[in-house]
């Protein structure tokens, strides 16, 4: 259970302490999912790329076939405002999130005038995690363009990372390691993942069945300016077995090392511990 934290919500407006009723039960995003968000951070008085994560909820909310009603430096600014509604030293999750209330004459399709906006931040500590985290291969797998709307941030994609995230945790892992529909590797169910081998960085390279995230973009470009090669390309989960180091970049916890794949043990190397601290060293410039 997610322990209740300081909130604030901005809706239709105004800003409102706590979790405002925002939908009801005819609204098209509670029982059809017409809902995209992006998750921002702000810690240690910085917001890195939050400007970025803007723009992606927007761009998010167009590909689910909606209207967006905020411009992305209206919903930069309102964070920011937003932010200094906390103590400076706290640490919170950014998150602005669109929906529709109306579907068109099938129902089923949303009404792009209909989209509502709302933006909600709250305390959530950045996970202390110096030793990583473990992860297992996941039964299920990434969808592609087709089948789900993988090119925004949209709720109705989760429900697949809960099922493998809930198998990996009854196994004993923290985290599950999915592949796409071919059998290569393509995210951890909450982040991005990297591998290093022989002093190479490698990551999958985006082929639709992920979104590619902010940190992940973020990360790549500081490793590639400190003299690391990096490359995006397709890997295997044998390559990913047989790596010197496998770490993971996403929103919520950044650049965090993993200490198990499966069956196989791991040690937190140097490659990781640069990419942590190149980000630190950024997000504080």
């Not at 008085?45 to 167009?62: A, F």
């Amino acid at each position: 259970m997610v322990e209740w934290s300081q909130t604030w919500t901005y809706l239709d407006g105004q800003w409102h302490e706590g979790n405002p009723p925002i939908m009801g039960p005819r609204d098209h995003g509670a029982w059809l999912g017409s809902t995209v968000f992006d998750g921002a951070r702000s810690f240690e008085g910085v917001t890195p790329d939050l400007d970025l994560h803007c723009e992606r909820v927007n761009r998010s909310c167009i590909a689910m076939g909606m209207e967006p009603t905020m411009e992305s430096d209206e919903i930069f600014s309102l964070a920011r405002e937003g932010v200094k509604k906390f103590s400076k030293e706290t640490a919170l999750y950014i998150r602005p999130m669109y929906w529709a209330t109306d579907g068109l004459a099938n129902a089923v399709a949303p009404d792009p005038t209909s989209t509502r906006f709302c933006l909600c931040l709250y305390d959530t500590p950045m996970p202390d995690v110096p030793t990583g985290f473990s992860v297992m291969t996941s039964q299920f797998r990434r969808p592609t363009l087709e089948c789900m709307p993988v090119d925004a941030k949209a709720g109705c994609l989760y429900p697949n990372n809960a099922r493998a995230l809930t198998a990996a945790r009854a196994a004993g892992f923290d985290n599950a390691l999915l592949l796409d529909m071919l059998g290569n590797v393509a995210e951890l169910a909450t982040a991005n993942i990297f591998m290093v081998r022989d002093g190479v960085v490698f990551t999958p390279a985006p082929n639709g069945t992920f979104l590619s995230g902010i940190t992940r973009s973020r990360t790549m470009k500081l490793l590639r300016d400190s003299g690391m090669e990096v490359i995006e390309t397709t890997l295997s989960l044998k390559d990913f077995e047989g790596a010197d180091e496998i770490f993971s970049t996403g929103n919520y916890s950044k650049v965090v090392a993993i200490n198990k794949i499966n069956d196989r043990e791991l040690q937190p190397g140097p490659v990781a511990s640069k990419a942590r601290e190149l980000y630190w060293d950024w997000a504080h410039s």
